[in-house]
């Protein structure tokens, strides 16, 4: 393992906070800006870099989804129904990520980020549409029940993603709600956050313990972990406090702005 540089602790504080935040609006993963920094920048073995950034994801989950859950705000149903689907895959990811991580890392220095900003595009575009009364919060209304069974296999293609590379599902998920199930912006992603929160723990427990990688365990990584699940609690509770059609274009403009992060760091990086 070895040693972090000393200038990730001068923004280890903000940087944390911004993706427990992130986290907790959108469901988004640490992966696309954490990754490429601790990779490239700070010079990390890939295998570090990834369970960092799974253990972030994993903490961040936890926080905001037991946030959503005190409140509601998320369907229990589809959480656990799409959980073995998640898990399943991603066990086969996790055993694909011995040799996806180590002898694929160069597309890992950079994250394309037009399909993000495509994707933020159209959810902004979907928020804009949302009338004056959007569906209830409370409760998942039987169509949505109906959907429930096509997004397995879109959750099967994420749990292997989840495994493989150490991506968090949880906006990924969300999105899977918002396209299928129709419910408002904070139900998909509070239940995109529980199955992430049910199943990225195991997926990271693997890495560690089955295929030989180390977490860079330090006063610097717990930190930042506490941090960020403080952003992401914190974000949850905004998230609850603004009407759907807000929350949507927050959400819509957060893809975004990872989306362009992502181009900007693959221009950067040269690719």
Not at 69 to 78: M, T, Y
Not at 80 to 93: C, D, K, N, R, T
Not at 186 to 202: E, R, S
Not at 211 to 221: D, K, Y
Request: with cysteine; glycine share 14%; aromatic share 6%.
């Amino acid at each position: 393992m070895e040693a972090w540089p000393g200038w990730l602790a001068l923004a280890a504080v903000p940087l944390a906070l911004l993706l427990g935040l992130w986290a907790g609006v959108s469901g988004y993963s640490a992966w696309p800006l954490l990754v490429p920094l601790l990779f490239v920048v700070a010079g990390l073995p890939i295998r570090e870099c990834v369970a960092a950034s799974m253990l972030i994801d994993a903490v961040n989950a936890v926080a905001a989804s037991l946030t959503h859950a005190r409140q509601g705000v998320l369907w229990p149903r589809a959480a656990f129904g799409l959980a073995p689907w998640v898990l399943g895959p991603g066990l086969l990811g996790a055993v694909a990520g011995v040799f996806l991580l180590d002898r694929a890392s160069s597309p890992l220095r950079g994250v394309a980020g037009w399909a993000a900003v495509a994707i933020g595009a159209a959810l902004v575009v979907r928020a804009a549409r949302t009338g004056k009364n959007p569906p209830s919060r409370d409760a998942a209304p039987p169509a949505a029940a109906l959907r429930l069974r096509w997004g397995r296999a879109a959750a099967a293609a994420i749990g292997f993603l989840m495994g493989a590379i150490g991506m968090g599902g949880g906006f990924s998920l969300a999105l899977v709600g918002m396209l299928l199930w129709r419910l408002p912006t904070l139900v998909c992603v509070g239940t995109g956050l529980l199955v992430t929160a049910t199943t990225l723990p195991i997926l990271l427990a693997v890495h560690l313990a089955f295929l030989g990688v180390l977490l860079p365990v330090g006063p610097m990584l717990l930190g930042a972990a506490a941090l960020s699940a403080l952003g992401a609690v914190a974000g949850a509770r905004f998230a609850e406090s603004v009407p759907d059609r807000a929350l949507g274009l927050a959400v819509g403009g957060c893809v975004i702005a990872a989306g362009a992060v992502a181009s900007a760091q693959g221009l950067w990086l040269g690719r």
